[in-house]
């Protein structure tokens, strides 16, 4: 099953704040964040495992809430280079193995204004 | 480190025919997967390939094949193309299969007519 990110997208001056949602209906075993440019692949930002665990690096964070099968992806004062689609895929299972692939989402179109 | 490289980045086919793509992953990277994009969607799974295995596959037809070699490189196959084929292609690497990182590679651009 797809996961349901939200928004569809978002439009913010540079500076400020923004959450990008990722819900699943299935039991998530880990969750994985991407950001791809327009002509250009998708870029690995962090993965989230089973847990709850929050990562971070510089002034973009995540966070899994496995009971609500939710991922949470926070962008702090953002920057112009931050623009493009994120797209969350998930691996479903209790097991982990990867062997289903990741399943993404349609992708949150972000746009950072000067 | 180089990262993932595929090959060729453009391609145009004519409906029917076949097409072979190719990606080599990051050195020291075992796993291969590759996905579909179509404009406006995310990735699409369509295969995992795990020291010369296939470990898992997606909703694709049996049109669609692919292969490991002993150095880890692999090939993605198409056959009988048809015009909804027409996509990035993109191949990821990844130490091991299971939940890891997966990084993925500039893609090929297939265009059917």
């Known amino acids: 099953q797809q996961p349901v990110q939200s928004p569809q997208a978002v439009i913010l001056r540079e500076g400020e704040d923004a959450v990008i949602n990722c819900s699943s209906s299935?039991?998530?075993?880990?969750v994985h964040w991407y950001r791809q440019k327009h002509g250009e692949a998708p870029v690995f930002l962090m993965i989230?495992?089973?847990?709850?665990e929050q990562k971070g690096h510089d002034k973009i964070s995540a966070s899994f809430n496995e009971k609500k099968q939710q991922s949470s992806l926070y962008l702090t004062a953002s920057q112009l280079s931050y623009s493009g689609t994120y797209f969350c895929?998930?691996?479903?299972?209790?097991?982990?193995?990867?062997?289903?692939?990741?399943?993404f989402g349609k992708g949150t179109h972000l746009i950072i204004q000067p | 480190d180089a990262g993932v490289t595929q090959s060729p980045t453009h391609l145009i086919k004519t409906r029917g025919q076949h097409v072979t793509l190719r990606c080599s992953p990051i050195?020291?990277?075992?796993?291969v997967s590759w996905y579909q994009q179509v404009l406006g969607q995310g990735p699409q799974f369509i295969f995992q390939?795990?020291?010369?295995?296939?470990?898992g596959r997606g909703n694709f037809p049996d049109r669609f094949s692919a292969r490991q070699f002993p150095n880890y490189s692999s090939e993605l196959n198409v056959n009988a193309l048809l015009l909804g084929d027409s996509a990035l292609y993109l191949c990821?690497?990844?130490?091991?299969?299971?939940?890891?990182?997966?990084?993925f590679g500039p893609g090929t651009r297939l265009t059917v007519t």
């Open positions: 990821a690497s990844s130490r091991m299969t299971g939940s890891y990182e997966q990084y």
């Open positions: 299935k039991a998530l075993y880990s």
């Open positions: 989230l495992l089973k847990g709850g």
């Open positions: 895929g998930t691996e479903i299972g209790a097991g982990g193995g990867g062997a289903d692939g990741l399943t």
């Open positions: 050195s020291g990277h075992k796993s």
């Open positions: 390939y795990y020291e010369k295995e296939e470990r």
